[in-house]
């Protein structure tokens, strides 16, 4: 590792922090039993600061503000338009503050400063502005009905929406949940993760400096059980949209259906095949494996995390991915040109040790990396395992961490079937320079998004969400509006025609 960046002394995040308390109703108050919970610095598992631990009670309140909001106004009831300009106000202040949001994510999340303040930061206010733009373009339809009758359908907001996000991409994830809710005029309480609380207090004051009212957008920091449950169980709760792992998406599908049945939009884990043809241009795809998987601390839930590479061609792609693995560049994520920080806390270092330990004793190869990096904080070694079966828990169970899986193919169909043999159905990646491979591929690979010769797109007006145990629904896009629209059918008698 002679390209990794020494750890000893953790660069000082330049930024404070702010914003430490629940945000109700437009105020930032303590939680009502008064505790608070540590978040902690992944780079050396200090803390950064005591954040108000929100509670079931908190919960109630917040719902409260929420549905206040929601039937009393002003925020239903104002034009779509003046909605759209709230929102593109906040955009605006996304980016005049992108300094301290950025610094707040990587401090919080570990994540290179680079990615969140080029990357994701810019993404942040740019699905605002695509959200603002929907605001005043959402109408129904008028129906052609038998019978004397002017049928119309009003796309209304269905009320008070419950949130559920995780620590990997907290301001995306904001983002993704708060936009759709917001342009089409609902109300929200919001539960972050508890790993990652900070930026999404920062993100949601800038949004009642942009003229949000107060009550319209709760942000609640917490754990699951408690908090998180309390939001997928409340009765006052209209729609719960959650995203996170899928044994969780259980949970909370199961408490909203006890509950009063609010339906329920799920983005879970993934285990996604990116499949390399042997005529696929071999240094792109060598590259951009090693992205669909090492992006992020190889944290996301569609990462490419089977890597499946036709014969042919296999030899050369595991020499040029491991050459690769050992060039990516490890370190304090504020430093420059750091590509990988910490993985986000204990237990998550612990549980990706353990896969690569339980790859090492069910026979697959270390190519290069295994171990720990540095002897503080979370990180962890880019590490390629090359001779990986399908039986293998590496090939099987979601990761989320920096290990790749490198796996044998030799045709079409026994590929398809191999990817396809999985309860997932987030993502695929295609990387071939055969047109009629890629529509085969395409059409045979269940899963929500497909991506040919790239990975990793993420547009604003793209759709994404998964098939089978990946979830249900699509956030971003068009699709995504419909998670927090209700259809109500109006029917007007019609006096017989004079005509
Ligand atoms: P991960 O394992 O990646 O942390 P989780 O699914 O546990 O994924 O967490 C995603 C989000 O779900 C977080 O905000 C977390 O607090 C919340 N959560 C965890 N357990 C529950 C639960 N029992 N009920 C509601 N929310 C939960």
């Not at 206010?125 to 733009?133: C, D, K, N, P, V």
């Not at 998406?249 to 009063?260: D, H, P, Q, Y």
């Not at 050992?326 to 990988?340: N, Y």
Request: aromatic share 10%; glycine share 8%.
């Amino acid at each position: 590792y002679s390209t990794a960046v020494a750890l000893e002394e953790p660069i000082t995040p330049p930024v404070q922090v702010n914003y430490t308390k629940l945000l109700i109703n437009g105020e930032f108050v303590n939680s009502a039993s008064g505790k608070t919970f540590p978040t902690l610095d992944p780079r050396t598992g200090n803390v950064i600061a005591n954040v108000a631990e929100g509670d079931a009670e908190d919960i109630n309140r917040a719902v409260a503000a929420a549905r206040k909001a929601f039937d009393e106004g002003p925020w239903p009831k104002m034009t779509a338009y003046e909605r759209s300009r709230v929102l593109l106000r906040f955009a605006d202040l996304i980016d005049k503050h992108t300094d301290e949001l950025a610094a707040l994510e990587t401090w919080d999340n570990g994540k290179p400063h680079a990615q969140a303040a080029n990357i994701e930061v810019p993404m942040f206010s740019r699905l605002f502005r695509y959200y603002a733009g929907w605001a005043d373009k959402i109408h129904g339809l008028t129906v052609q009905a038998d019978g004397p009758y002017h049928v119309q359908t009003l796309h209304e907001p269905i009320g008070v929406a419950g949130q559920i996000i995780p620590w990997n991409f907290p301001l995306l994830m904001f983002a993704w949940k708060v936009g759709p809710a917001l342009a089409t005029g609902n109300s929200i309480v919001l539960k972050t993760a508890e790993q990652t609380p900070l930026s999404a207090l920062y993100a949601a004051k800038l949004l009642h400096e942009a003229g949000l009212p107060e009550g319209v957008l709760n942000v609640i920091s917490g754990f699951g059980p408690t908090a998180g449950a309390a939001l997928a169980s409340h009765m006052d709760v209209d729609k719960l949209a959650f995203t996170g792992s899928t044994a969780t998406g259980k949970i909370v599908t199961e408490l909203a259906g006890r509950s009063n049945l609010k339906p329920v939009t799920l983005e879970l884990g993934g285990k996604s095949p990116f499949i390399v043809c042997e005529d696929a241009n071999i240094d792109k795809a060598v590259e951009t494996a090693h992205f669909a998987l090492f992006f992020n601390q190889g944290q996301c839930c569609c990462a490419g995390s089977r890597t499946f590479v036709h014969e042919k061609v296999y030899d050369e792609f595991i020499e040029k991915s491991k050459a690769r693995a050992m060039k990516r560049v490890v370190g304090d994520p504020f430093q420059k040109g750091v590509e990988q920080g910490p993985q986000i806390d204990l237990e998550q270092f612990e549980k990706v040790m353990n896969y690569i330990k339980s790859g090492v004793e069910s026979g697959a190869t270390i190519e290069t990396g295994g171990a720990r990096f540095g002897d503080k904080g979370y990180y962890i070694q880019p590490t390629v395992f090359s001779n990986v079966q399908d039986n293998m828990l590496i090939a099987k169970d979601e990761i989320f961490g920096p290990v790749q899986s490198i796996l044998k193919f030799k045709d079409l169909s026994e590929v398809i079937k191999r990817s396809n043999a999985t309860n997932y159905g987030l993502a695929a990646g295609v990387f071939t320079q055969n047109l009629d491979t890629a529509n085969t591929l395409t059409r045979a690979l269940r899963a929500g998004t497909i991506w040919i010769n790239c990975f990793d797109v993420f547009d604003a007006a793209i759709p994404f969400g998964g098939y089978k145990m990946s979830g249900h629904g699509r956030e971003k896009g068009v699709y995504s509006l419909n998670n927090y629209l209700q259809v109500k059918a109006v029917v007007t008698s019609l006096k017989k025609p004079a005509w």
